[in-house]
């Protein structure tokens, strides 16, 4: 047996058999885990060869370990071995009275089957798309059907009291531009600018923000956002000093209703297509009378999961979540059905998953479970299927693109890994594949649980040790 290879087979089977001792046979990460006192107890690892073998690598592979975002990698590659990379998302318009001349006189449904990618520019389209059937002024309401989905069983600010924050939004299945708007902020010696993207007609701001000198503390030291009313959250205070030496900054944030945002952006969209909309907006299921006028259709899934896994969306995994639950399940669709989608798929291609708890598709979640060992048969079992490329053209490139492109960058393994990492409070987690120096692929899980000062070198020094094999 050539040394090398013997000389990983024994470490193998010494971390296996010695969780306890894991720090000590780790060599660099050791130092690491030392220095930060993360104990063995609150890591989990596995590294392996993706063409079989044991792994060269394995801490408390089986104990179930909240894997935060790189449970996306799960929720992607289930929906592109289940629905196909060509699967498409529709939205709806219906007419809901009769169309005479260029005028609709009554009122717009938009159904929606949620789509992950409803964003701007493709609302935009699909309202080319209405302009050509001849409507050109709608005398009615803006009525939206979102009945495809259950209603969220919580609310946005449930999960760290941040109701605002982007990453806290719900599914919904008429979720239009992930419902974002971005602040935007330019100091004058007089006053400071407001404007926001997109500009919404019935989302009100009060700029109440004073210049002045001095160097920046920031946007977020400098800005201080009130919602009166956060159920409609249709009306913001900004309040506060904003210093010369900020610049222009931008602020995203999460505001109004899924069917009031889907409203102020269609109405102000419908405009540039030289069309008017005469009513207000109010949500309803579609009636057996309504006659189809538009059928949209998003971006394949392929496409799709390149900007959720790169960039790490939460609400485009969700949606993703929900849909495979279509697969076994009737609407109106619910979390649970995604998980018994999920962990059907895993049964069927046996891939065990003892421990296993999903309360959504994100991995935004206190609850949620994997362990290491679960996400790391899944990887190698994506490896070998179908979709490989389209799945790892996913990942973020480490120190290239996506939320990794500012790690490793100046590093041998830039360019080296495709990954996903996942984060929260006492959760560190990255996943994915590395191509070593060997020549060799690698499937890698590492997740710490517990407190993670250090974490981020923790995962450094166990990517670093991954490419030198």
Request: include cysteine.
């Amino acid at each position: 047996m050539n040394r090398r290879v013997g000389a990983r087979l024994l470490g193998a089977v010494a971390l296996w058999a010695m969780p306890g001792l894991v720090l000590a046979a780790l060599g660099p990460l050791a130092g690491i885990a030392q220095r930060y006192a993360i104990p063995s107890a609150n890591i989990s690892a596995v590294v392996a060869d993706v063409d079989g073998g044991p792994p060269i690598l394995a801490v408390n592979p089986r104990a179930p370990r909240n894997p935060a975002s790189t449970l996306k990698l799960i929720t992607t590659y289930v929906a592109l071995d289940t629905l196909g990379p060509v699967h498409t998302w529709r939205t709806e318009l219906y007419a809901l009275g009769p169309v005479r001349g260029d005028t609709l006189e009554g009122d717009l449904l938009v159904k929606g089957y949620g789509d992950p990618y409803l964003i701007e520019e493709n609302v935009w389209k699909m309202l080319g798309e209405l302009r050509r059937t001849g409507v050109r002024h709608i005398t009615g309401d803006l009525v939206i059907d979102d009945t495809y989905f259950a209603p969220p069983a919580r609310e946005p600010g449930d999960f760290d009291g941040q109701p605002y924050r982007l990453y806290n939004v719900l599914p919904n299945a008429l979720m239009v531009n992930f419902k974002a708007v971005t602040f935007v902020f330019t100091p004058y010696a007089d006053r400071v600018q407001v404007t926001t993207l997109p500009e919404l007609p019935n989302l009100q701001g009060v700029n109440e923000l004073r210049p002045e000198q001095g160097r920046c503390r920031g946007v977020l030291q400098s800005v201080q956002m009130t919602v009166p009313d956060p159920v409609r959250a249709d009306r913001v205070l900004l309040n506060g000093r904003y210093a010369a030496g900020c610049g222009r900054q931008t602020l995203p944030r999460s505001l109004l209703t899924p069917d009031a945002y889907a409203y102020g952006l269609i109405k102000r969209l419908w405009s540039h297509w030289g069309g008017t909309l005469d009513g207000g907006v109010r949500r309803a299921a579609r009636p057996p009378h309504a006659r189809r006028l538009v059928t949209w259709h998003s971006p394949p899934l392929a496409e799709l999961i390149r900007p959720l896994n790169k960039w790490s969306n939460n609400v485009m995994a969700d949606a993703v979540f929900l849909a495979l639950g279509a697969e076994l399940f009737d609407p109106p669709l619910m979390p649970g059905h995604g998980a018994a989608a999920v962990k059907s798929y895993l049964r069927a291609h046996r891939i065990p998953a003892e421990g296993l708890v999903l309360e959504n598709g994100s991995g935004l979640s206190r609850i949620t479970r994997v362990s290491a060992q679960t996400m790391h048969d899944l990887l190698r079992h994506a490896y070998h299927g179908r979709f490989m490329p389209e799945f790892m053209a996913s990942m973020s490139i480490v120190g290239i693109d996506g939320t990794l492109r500012r790690r490793l960058k100046r590093s041998a393994e830039r360019g080296w890994m495709h990954l996903k990492t996942g984060h929260l409070n006492n959760v560190a987690a990255v996943a994915g594949y590395v191509r070593g120096q060997s020549g060799r692929t690698y499937s890698v899980v590492l997740f710490v649980n517990g407190p993670t000062n250090g974490a981020d070198a923790l995962i450094d020094t166990f990517l670093k040790w991954t490419y030198r094999q």
